[in-house]
């Protein structure tokens, strides 16, 4: 609440937050610590996932799920499938040679799975709805021996499956995958291959049990992973996931089918104006055979070949007779060949292949590139209509990627988002976060987003306005022209690493301060000296009377020396005297 904002905080055990100087913090200040702590842990998680998705090349596998969308109607990507990776890095050993240095890990991937092996549940309506999905593989047996190590596998059945060998034919009928390798004189995929099923869907408690499966909780279905080849089972697994109740399969349409999961490609949408263009051609072709000659009507009573045969087919040079009844003014407009030229209509019907043209692509979404005039360049030339023509050229394409981003970006993050906070080690990535979808959308609009960028720039003068965040502006513009981040603006880290080398060092002095400081130095120098000065003519002061006193002291003993030395003297004449004197008596 905003009344207790400024009131001390506390943390879940009633005891009072403070800062690393001991300092009571407010719950506003606890607010904002909690903030900056979780976006710390946002960023950590996003290069988690990040990293994760180019590790298990996601830009291929997502283009190639496109494709598949646009072809065939339906893309699928699998995730987060745990893989054991075997990755090899060139090093050098002792000998001084180089060599391929094998380690294996496990790592979270994705996969593509291609709708020819794609069986989920029909009844349902959208992939969230299947009570269960079946997806067919074809292993070498060298792959399926791979597997079973990696997979864990029954040993025992994997061994009898490689003895048997492999079936050559499919369980389920694959015609049309079968179709295009006839066409092309290609052996069918399941030529010397283990057909292997894997099942993701729910199974009762009493199947999992009898099978061996250690089942957790009192619930009566649980999620369960289960293999099979040739009709046997090589492995039940339950599910690990705490959240077990989404689909490992993310799908993906060109183009939605409202009553099932399977949607309709581009061939598909345009198969109407397909036929409309062809039937049209056909005219087209026609027409221009019929009238590349004109009909040709002979008078045969008029004319006879001369060379007296009977054919009548006009070829060059030839020669002809004239028959029948004399020249006269009658017969002056005599015609024995009439020509009547068929009319070629193909602009009208040129017309109709544009307008069957223009509803392929309508119909399937594709946004059709407009070429320029001949010898004339019909761009525009200002800012505004380029931002019109590039918002009028991917309105059809936008919704496509709010699709994908809805079907694929969404979920398929989501599960790498439950997969970490679930088995992840490291504490400082997980938080409570959400999952907003906006990859696609954005790369689509990115040219766009990068001109509204610098025209925002500009207006705020190079972002000095006040109120203007500066440094993630300058951030949205990097990211947007596609800039590896750190190259050109430092990140979190690098500055708060330079911030703690600041600290560590003496903070440099403003040369006015310091000229200020010297000044003060100067006068208290000069106070110093004037205080000497005064020191010294007291001390000289003094030492003058100590030399006076202990002169006149000195002069005043001399005089008391002198006095007694005359007065011995004085009496020593005085007794001389008197021993004289008494010695005469």
């Known amino acids: 609440p905003i009344a207790l904002e400024n009131e001390p905080a ?34 950590r998680m996003f290069s988690k996932i990040d990293n994760s998705l180019i590790a298990s090349k996601y830009p291929a596998k997502a283009r190639k799920c496109i494709f598949n969308a646009a072809h065939y109607g339906t893309g699928i990507l699998k995730g987060v499938v745990p893989n054991q990776v075997s990755n090899g890095r060139w090093s050098k050993k002792k000998a001084g040679e180089w060599g391929i240095r094998k380690t294996d890990k496990m790592e979270a991937d994705t996969t593509l799975v291609s709708p020819f092996d794609f069986y989920p549940d029909m009844s349902a309506s959208s992939i969230d709805e299947a009570a269960y999905v079946w997806e067919r593989s074809y292993l070498r047996p060298e792959q399926l021996y791979d597997a079973s190590q990696k997979q864990r596998f029954d040993r025992r059945i994997v061994n009898q499956l490689l003895t048997a060998g492999a079936v050559p034919y499919a369980s389920v009928g694959d015609e049309a995958r079968t179709e295009a390798n006839e066409s092309t004189g290609i052996n069918p995929l399941a030529d010397g291959r283990y057909e292997v099923w894997e099942r993701h869907g729910v199974v009762s408690r009493e199947d999992l049990e009898a099978y061996g499966v250690e089942v957790k909780g009192n619930k009566r279905f649980h999620t369960a992973v289960v293999f099979m080849c040739n009709g046997k089972v090589l492995k039940i697994a339950s599910s690990p996931y705490e959240r077990d109740d989404t689909s490992l399969y993310s799908v993906f349409c060109w183009d939605e089918d409202p009553l099932g999961i399977f949607g309709l490609g581009i061939p598909q949408l345009m198969a109407d104006p397909q036929r409309e263009y062809a039937a049209v051609w056909r005219m087209v072709i026609d027409n221009g055979g019929l009238a590349s000659q004109p009909q040709v009507v002979i008078d045969k009573t008029k004319i006879t070949p001369a060379d007296g045969s009977n054919d009548y087919t006009l070829t060059g040079g030839k020669i002809w007779n004239r028959t029948g009844d004399t020249y006269s003014n009658e017969n002056a407009n005599f015609k024995p060949f009439e020509l009547f030229p068929i009319t070629l209509d193909i602009q009208y019907l040129f017309t109709v292949m544009d307008r069957a043209t223009q509803d392929a692509y309508e119909l399937t979404g594709v946004t059709k590139v407009q070429k320029t005039n001949a010898s004339l360049d019909n761009s525009p030339v200002t800012l505004g209509a380029t931002n019109i023509q590039q918002n009028n050229s991917t309105v059809s394409r ?32 997980k938080a409570a976060m959400v999952v907003e979808p906006r990859g696609a959308t954005v790369l689509l ?10 025209q925002f720039f500009n207006i705020t003068q190079g972002g000095q306005l006040e109120g203007i965040k500066l440094l993630p502006l300058l951030r949205s513009i990097a990211n947007v022209m596609q800039f590896p ?34 000044k003060v130095e100067v006068m208290e120098a000069e106070v110093e000296i004037n205080q000497g000065k005064l020191t010294l003519a007291a001390d000289k002061a003094t030492a003058e009377f100590q030399l006076k006193k202990q002169q006149q002291q000195f002069e005043q003993d001399f005089e008391v020396v002198q006095l007694d030395r005359d007065d011995k003297k004085f009496m020593a004449n005085r007794e001389d005297k008197m021993t004289t004197g008494d010695s005469g008596i």
């Open 445 to 454: 609009a990115k040219e766009l987003q990068a001109n509204n960028l610098m």
């Open 10 to 43: 506390v943390d879940s055990k009633g005891e009072p937050l403070v800062d690393a100087g001991g300092t009571q913090l407010t719950n506003k200040e606890a607010h904002y610590r909690r903030i900056a702590r979780a976006e710390k842990k946002t960023k």
């Open 485 to 518: 981040e750190g190259k050109f603006i430092e990140t979190d880290v690098e500055m708060e690493k330079r911030v703690e080398e600041a600290a560590s060092q003496e903070a440099p002095v403003d040369p006015m301060i310091e000229l200020e400081g010297r």
């Open 398 to 429: 936008r919704a496509l990627a709010r699709r994908y981003d809805d079907c694929i970006t969404a979920t398929l993050i989501q599960r790498y988002y439950d997969f970490y906070m679930q088995f992840e080690d490291d504490i400082d990535i």
